[in-house]
């Protein structure tokens, strides 16, 4: 698909556990962002790259969240010794470049795929 | 604190009717807005966006937004309402860092259009 691909759809885990949520962005985007979004509100910002790098990590919440790019394009999630806390949708979205301009053209607009659901049982 | 705010958790409006679904926003700097929607059990989908130019901004399905320097606003408006329009909409908006910058989102107003 052309689109932003993200497995699982869904994922039930205990508490505990370890969790891995893989993101395919749009091919040739180098900007990769995760959100984390609730039941009934917007989506948090987690961490965003640009290429391989981390250029703002900013959101995750403490270190047993951490994600990599290893080659600048697909991107995993890791979550380690989940909590109830983290049920959650992963979003991730890509776009064309970066939105300071970084790395080529940006217009700004974030392509999203359908989300992973994260339920810590 | 950079942040963007949608004080409607609900909006109801009859088909045909004018809509409106309220985004305040507080940034450094000259701002990126964005709107996009959320049909669901689907991911966020662009609507449109503003970053320099007309104040009145035009996108997909008909829906226009309408930035306002002096008020910091960023209305999402439509002149007929469709059924179809029913989602949750959230207003964004880019936020600069020293070295990096990243997009927030509001926490989602909820549209409801009656037939």
């Known amino acids: 698909g052309a689109g932003v691909s993200q497995t699982p759809s869904n994922k039930v885990t205990e508490k505990g556990k370890y969790v891995e949520l893989r993101c395919d962005p749009i091919?040739?985007?180098?900007?990769l962002y995760w959100y984390r979004q609730s039941l009934g509100q917007g989506p948090e910002f987690l961490i965003y790259?640009?290429?391989?790098?981390?250029?703002?990590d900013s959101g995750l919440p403490n270190d047993r969240f951490f994600a990599v790019r290893p080659e600048g394009s697909v991107s995993t999630l890791k979550i380690q010794r989940t909590e109830r806390g983290d049920s959650a949708v992963y979003l991730c979205?890509?776009?064309?470049?970066?939105?300071?301009?970084?790395?080529?053209?940006?217009?700004?607009?974030?392509?999203f795929g359908e989300g992973s659901r994260l339920t810590v049982l | 604190a950079q942040s963007v705010a949608q004080p409607e958790d609900q909006v109801n409006v009859a088909e045909g009717n004018p809509l409106t679904v309220k985004c305040t926003y507080s940034?450094?700097?000259?701002?990126?807005l964005f709107w996009y929607v959320q049909y669901p059990n689907r991911g966020l989908q662009f609507l449109l966006k503003?970053?320099?130019?007309?104040?009145l901004v035009k996108g997909s399905y008909g829906f226009e937004a309408e930035f306002n320097k002096s008020q910091t606003s960023f209305h999402l408006k439509k002149p007929s309402a469709l059924v179809s329009d029913s989602a949750l909409y959230f207003c964004?908006?880019?936020?600069?860092?020293?070295?990096?910058?990243?997009?927030?989102f509001g926490s989602g107003t909820r549209l409801s259009i009656r037939p």
């Open positions: 979205a890509s776009s064309p470049g970066g939105l300071a301009g970084i790395g080529g053209k940006s217009t700004g607009e974030l392509f």
């Open positions: 091919s040739g985007h180098t900007a």
């Open positions: 790259f640009q290429g391989t790098g981390a250029a703002d």
């Open positions: 940034v450094s700097g000259n701002p990126y």
């Open positions: 503003y970053i320099t130019g007309d104040n």
């Open positions: 964004a908006v880019r936020v600069l860092y020293s070295s990096a910058s990243k997009i927030i």
